[in-house]
């Protein structure tokens, strides 16, 4: 082997190695917690429920200028279809509004308006509403489709992020109805989005 060529490959080696002879790992830039919180909330799918869709030039999309503000206070629904055989579960076009066996859930408005969002939460009340699949913590269930079960795995960091982020978006005014039960459920089995 050529020498200059076996140096080189050495020096090549030991560039890549760290102090303790294990390769340098790739690391990301640091985020601040906002930055992560935004990732976490466009990854994790929350605009998908969170914002109402409306319809654009290729079909439906996301309206962000509502962005994460639930389910639109002034679209009533009319009554929703009964689930039958293996179309259990119905929702609307903006995608806001679900129905199933449950009854219909409607999804929460995740801006920080102080009267409609979740402006006077605090972080402990979040993280609670998302460990418990409860409604402020402790109120409550949380119906589908809020998939609260795979969020509630999410680290304390990761969901202080989520809620750090939420905090910087538009605060929007949008009162979300109450979930509805099903025809034959007692109304404490009732349940709802975030």
Not at 24 to 50: F, I, K, M
Not at 71 to 77: F, R
Request: proline fraction near 13%; charge should be neutral.
């Amino acid at each position: 082997m050529n020498r200059s060529f076996a140096f080189v490959m050495v020096v090549g080696i030991a560039a890549c190695r760290s102090n303790n002879g294990t390769p340098e790992e790739v690391r990301p830039p640091v985020q601040s917690a906002v930055e992560r919180g935004q990732y976490l909330v466009t990854v994790g799918g929350c605009n998908d429920c969170h914002t109402p869709f409306k319809l654009g030039p290729n079909g439906p999309e996301p309206d962000m200028t509502r962005m994460l503000s639930g389910h639109p206070a002034e679209l009533v629904m009319p009554p929703a279809p009964a689930p039958t055989g293996p179309w259990l579960v119905a929702s609307a076009g903006t995608n806001t509004a679900h129905a199933g066996p449950w009854g219909v859930s409607f999804t929460a408005n995740l801006t920080p308006d102080q009267d409609t969002g979740i402006g006077a939460w605090s972080v402990e009340t979040f993280m609670a509403t998302i460990r418990n699949g409860r409604h402020m913590g402790a109120g409550r269930p949380l119906n589908p489709p809020m998939p609260w079960f795979n969020y509630a795995k999410m680290t304390d960091e990761d969901l202080r992020a989520v809620y750090a982020y939420l905090r910087t978006i538009p605060a929007i005014a949008n009162k979300v109805p109450e979930p509805i039960a099903p025809p034959s459920a007692p109304t404490a089995m009732l349940g709802g989005g975030a």
